[in-house]
């Protein structure tokens, strides 16, 4: 068994109303020096040994992302 993390990101190209009220929120809040945030998604697998990269890839893909608006990337955890 293996666990994988599988984190989904806005592309750099695609605006992030989520991530633009978090910078504008965090002055108000007495927090400096922050010019950008980017919100995200971050899936945890618990997987068996026997599932490949090209599947993990396949299920991104399929299910876990917008590939339109969204990059991601398949971690495999020691």
């Known amino acids: ?5 599988v984190e989904v990101m806005p592309k750099a190209e695609i605006l ?6 978090i910078v504008g929120a965090l002055p108000r809040l007495g927090f400096e ?4 945030v980017r919100q995200g998604k971050r899936f945890e697998l618990d997987v068996d040994d026997n599932v490949g990269d090209a599947e993990l890839e ?3 893909e399929s299910l876990l992302c917008n590939t339109v608006i969204e990059e991601w990337k ?3 955890l020691p």
């Open 58 to 60: 396949q299920i991104a």
């Open 74 to 76: 398949v971690v495999r």
């Open 33 to 36: 020096g922050i010019s950008d």
């Open 16 to 21: 992030d109303p989520q991530g633009q009220a």
């Open 1 to 5: 068994m293996a666990r994988v993390v």
